[in-house]
């Protein structure tokens, strides 16, 4: 072989868009996208959070015209959470049928938007400590917590979920939540299950939006330490085991091995949540000239896709269903 003339030449498929498109191993389509949502009490609201550029809390009249945009985009999934009139230490309006969440997917359904709706089950957003289970000192009840995980997730599923996605982290919710749905006649509701969920610095800009932020210490008692991978795969089998009919890695950048061993280890439909930081991180360094947003946004999908992610949910959801449509990918 003359060296000045290589005979393997990979840059022979790269040589134009046709040509990469023909061969490309992983692309994003709009079904892959999940975009998660905040709804509020009140009427005409409509408040940008400030970290999150573009994203907003909206009040369920507000959302309904939101959601009008979501779907004429091609999205065909969302996640919802809520911001309650007032928080105690129960969390009471996380299971309360009056809630801003259940309001929302009465709504929704009423107007018949063709929408997966899912419903994200938490106490974080509801008590007034901020945690995510029921709390005694400066320990966080696990057991005495999953009745009240089981009671919101069936006042969500008479609301309209379509999908219940358990994040608090509790042992044994997964278990609770599907004997709760199937004694109430809502045994066709799946479950999503946060079933990796790591105590990720990358959650701050969503702790602004939910107004969820921890009164005390933080939750590293409950969430997954970032330097286990071991664990994370007990914890997905643990989940699968007590009923979840999906499982998710969240955060999913900074966990893309884990995903991809999730993917690899388990038969099962497989979520990522690129989570709010990541989201901020691009946003504020797209918005100093340091990075093309667009590009780092696709790339980051992208490169979720190819760890093995079946959906993502992204707060880039709209951006990307965007730049779908504008060929980004030809």
Same mark, same amino acid.
């Given at each position: 072989?003359?060296?000045?003339?290589?005979?393997?030449?990979?840059?022979?498929?790269?040589?134009?868009?046709?040509?990469?498109?023909?061969?490309?191993?992983?692309?994003?389509? +709009?079904?892959?996208?999940?975009?998660?949502?905040?709804?509020?009490?009140?009427?005409?609201?409509?408040?940008?959070?400030?970290?999150?550029?573009?994203?907003?809390?909206?009040?369920?009249?507000?959302?309904?015209?939101?959601?009008?945009?979501?779907?004429?985009?091609?999205?065909?999934?969302? /996640?919802?959470?809520?911001?309650?009139?007032?928080?105690?230490?129960?969390?009471?309006?996380?299971?309360?049928?009056?809630?801003?969440?259940?309001?929302?997917?009465?709504?929704?359904?009423?107007? +018949?938007?063709?929408?997966?709706?899912?419903?994200?089950?938490?106490?974080?957003?509801?008590?007034?400590?901020?945690?995510?289970?029921?709390?005694?000192?400066?320990?966080?009840?696990?057991?005495?917590?999953?009745?009240?995980?089981?009671?919101?997730?069936?006042?969500?599923?008479?609301?309209?979920?379509?999908?219940?996605?358990?994040?608090?982290?509790?042992?044994?919710?997964?278990?609770?939540?599907?004997?709760?749905?199937?004694?109430?006649?809502?045994?066709?509701?799946?479950?999503?299950? =946060? #079933?990796?969920?790591?105590?990720? #610095?990358?959650?701050?800009?969503?702790?602004?939006?939910?107004?969820?932020?921890?009164?005390?210490?933080?939750?590293?008692? =409950?969430?997954?330490?970032?330097?286990?991978?071991?664990?994370?795969?007990?914890?997905?089998?643990?989940?699968?085991?007590?009923?979840?009919?999906?499982?998710?890695?969240?955060?999913?950048?900074?966990?893309?091995?884990?995903? =991809?061993?999730?993917?690899?280890?388990?038969?099962?439909?497989?979520?990522?949540?690129?989570?709010?930081?990541?989201?901020?991180?691009?946003?504020?360094?797209?918005?100093?000239?340091?990075?093309?947003?667009?590009?780092?946004?696709?790339?980051?999908?992208?490169?979720? +896709?190819?760890?093995?992610?079946?959906? /993502?949910?992204?707060?880039?959801? +709209?951006?990307?269903?965007?730049?779908?449509?504008?060929?980004?990918?030809?």
């Amino acid at each position: 072989m003359d060296p000045a003339h290589p005979t393997i030449r990979p840059r022979r498929l790269r040589r134009t868009a046709l040509l990469r498109s023909l061969v490309r191993e992983n692309t994003l389509e +709009k079904n892959d996208l999940i975009f998660p949502m905040f709804v509020c009490p009140g009427k005409k609201v409509r408040n940008e959070i400030p970290s999150m550029p573009g994203n907003f809390q909206f009040s369920v009249d507000t959302l309904l015209g939101e959601l009008e945009n979501v779907c004429n985009l091609g999205i065909s999934a969302i /996640i919802l959470f809520g911001l309650p009139e007032k928080k105690d230490p129960q969390g009471s309006q996380a299971y309360s049928p009056k809630g801003p969440v259940p309001q929302a997917f009465r709504a929704i359904k009423k107007e +018949k938007l063709p929408l997966i709706c899912i419903a994200d089950v938490c106490l974080c957003e509801y008590t007034s400590h901020g945690h995510c289970g029921l709390v005694q000192g400066d320990e966080i009840l696990n057991d005495p917590t999953l009745p009240l995980l089981a009671k919101t997730s069936v006042t969500l599923a008479d609301a309209g979920a379509d999908m219940i996605a358990p994040s608090d982290m509790m042992d044994g919710r997964v278990a609770a939540i599907r004997a709760a749905l199937n004694k109430t006649g809502h045994d066709n509701i799946a479950i999503l299950s =946060y #079933a990796a969920k790591y105590a990720s #610095a990358f959650y701050g800009p969503f702790r602004e939006a939910a107004d969820s932020a921890p009164q005390f210490g933080d939750r590293r008692s =409950y969430q997954m330490d970032p330097a286990n991978g071991r664990e994370a795969l007990k914890e997905v089998a643990l989940d699968i085991e007590e009923g979840a009919d999906l499982v998710m890695v969240k955060p999913a950048l900074p966990y893309l091995d884990i995903l =991809y061993q999730v993917r690899q280890r388990f038969d099962i439909p497989v979520a990522a949540y690129h989570v709010s930081g990541e989201f901020s991180a691009i946003m504020a360094a797209g918005l100093r000239g340091w990075l093309d947003v667009q590009r780092a946004m696709m790339e980051s999908l992208v490169a979720i +896709k190819r760890a093995g992610a079946d959906f /993502i949910l992204t707060y880039y959801a +709209k951006q990307a269903a965007q730049s779908i449509d504008q060929g980004w990918f030809r």
